[in-house]
């Protein structure tokens, strides 16, 4: 019989008396995250207008719908990529090591979208910026679970506060980045977004030492005798993408399909290989079995939510009035917005969470709540199809319940990842929670080619319909979720 051993002790002596009563490792964590939002957020928000916008206009002049399914992928790679990432940390680094190596990764992308022109400088710069942000989420969230037993009714508001630290910089990068890109073009906007990443990483190396010691530890360490075997798949693996995209089978007009398909077999593989492995116990595997529905849930809400950068992008640039007092304000800044409310509202959720302790609702429900909410948001774009232009409140006003959907879903999931994962995947537990992101972001790339003129409100009835329906369903399967979770909560 085997013993259950707890990964999340408190990393810091003292740690309940900092940043505002959470442990002080948290305002580290948090300032990381948020210069390298600000640098993410601040490339997506012009990503598809360089695209599609036409070559006197400074951007590539793809067709649009191909482009909006190329900025789907392109983010769904991101979140894909931390699957790789949370093997290297959980096996070969350790969090700590692969969050530092992932920010350089990052400012490497970044500088290459800024100085390298036409579809080369898209090419290599995407590539280097999806695998370095899916190092830097995988582990950074690993990290801020780290601080905090699996009982501290503190966890969720810790997340959220973490979360409130990734909107700041997704508020600040689009409006920076497209006011760069409005005023003098496309690569000083990119040049910013690089900017941005290298103040975080000198942010993070002035208080690497600073971390508690359990960040640098590896938990489940891969034999030496493996390793060999290991980097062999690993060439092989890349021999095998290499072949696929210079032979035309995987091409840009398929990329989106063929991420969303990678998506789903690697949740499905890493799903079979934690609920098989022997260092699962049986409690453990339940809670894995209770984080499947979960899962389905993150990904059908990231496949509307995460459509800011895809059909709201276009919506933003060609349908909405952004007329005010007589200055028109940049397409790329309507995705400041939700960063806005989320600065507003995380602190408010976080305390309301806080207060009502064990009293608070489940996750499951928490989870329905989001897809109700932003299912409701999606229904409310039909009556602005009788106008010739929507209003700027109006949009504002669809974010704002898109913002409250998020609040009940992705700083939670990431709490219960962490709640959920067995001690030998820790972090690939949270990578299991990206990966549904991945799917959802690559589903929301897809689903924006659907929107077109003549089935605007078809289109919304079929998302917002289907996404209420999710909610409830997943609503009436809580109690028997809960029982899975084996109280956690």
Do not use: C
């Amino acid at each position: 019989m085997t013993t259950t051993h707890e990964p999340h002790t408190p990393a810091v002596k003292g740690a309940e008396k900092s940043f505002f009563g959470h442990p002080p490792m948290l305002f580290n964590l948090f300032t990381v995250e948020l210069w390298e939002r600000f640098s993410f957020y601040g490339m997506q928000a012009i990503l598809a207008y360089y695209m599609y916008f036409s070559v006197t206009d400074g951007g590539l002049g793809m067709e649009q719908g191909l482009a909006l399914s190329l900025v789907g992928a392109y983010g769904g790679g991101v979140y894909l990529s931390t699957i790789l990432a949370a093997w290297i940390a959980d096996r070969l680094l350790g969090s700590e090591r692969v969050l530092f190596y992932s920010a350089i990764v990052v400012m490497a992308g970044h500088v290459a979208l800024a100085v390298l022109p036409g579809a080369v400088g898209l090419a290599v710069g995407l590539i280097l910026v999806a695998l370095g942000s899916g190092g830097v989420k995988a582990a950074a969230g690993s990290l801020v679970g780290a601080l905090y037993t699996r009982e501290d009714t503190r966890r969720d508001a810790g997340f959220s506060i973490f979360y409130m630290g990734v909107n700041i910089g997704g508020l600040v990068g689009p409006l920076l980045t497209g006011m760069l890109q409005d005023r003098i073009g496309f690569h000083w906007g990119f040049g910013a977004a690089a900017v941005g990443m290298a103040l975080g990483l000198a942010i993070y190396v002035s208080g690497r030492k600073s971390l508690p010691e359990s960040s640098h530890h590896v938990a489940n360490p891969l034999p030496r005798e493996a390793r060999k075997k290991f980097g062999l798949g690993a060439l092989l693996g890349l021999i095998v993408i290499v072949i696929a995209f210079t032979t035309g089978l995987v091409n840009p007009a398929n990329l989106a399909n063929t991420m969303a398909i990678a998506a789903v077999a690697a949740s499905v593989l890493y799903f079979v290989v934690i609920l098989r492995s022997r260092k699962v116990e049986a409690v453990e595997r339940k809670r894995v079995v209770a984080f499947i529905p979960l899962y389905i849930a993150s990904a059908a809400f990231f496949a509307l939510f995460q459509q800011q950068f895809t059909f709201i992008a276009v919506y933003s640039e060609q349908r909405l009035d952004r007329h005010i007092f007589g200055w028109e304000m940049p397409a790329s800044w309507v995705q400041s917005i939700n960063p806005v409310f989320i600065i507003i509202f995380a602190a408010i959720f976080a305390a309301f969470w806080t207060k009502l302790g064990n009293r608070q609702p489940s996750t499951p429900l928490k989870f329905g709540t989001a897809l109700v909410i932003i299912g409701i948001a999606y229904l409310a774009f039909i009556p602005l199809e009788a106008l010739d232009s929507t209003p700027l409140l109006a949009l504002v006003g669809i974010l704002l319940l898109v913002t409250w959907a998020e609040l009940f879903l992705s700083p939670i999931g990431l709490s219960v990842a962490t709640k959920l994962a067995p001690v030998a995947f820790t972090t690939q537990m949270l990578a299991l929670f990206y990966l549904s992101i991945s799917l959802g972001t690559t589903l929301a790339g897809i689903l924006a080619g659907f929107y077109t003129e003549g089935n605007e409100i078809a289109y919304f009835v079929a998302l917002g319909g289907t996404s209420i329906v999710l909610g409830i369903a997943l609503a009436a399967a809580a109690p028997g979720i809960k029982k899975l979770m084996s109280g956690v909560k």
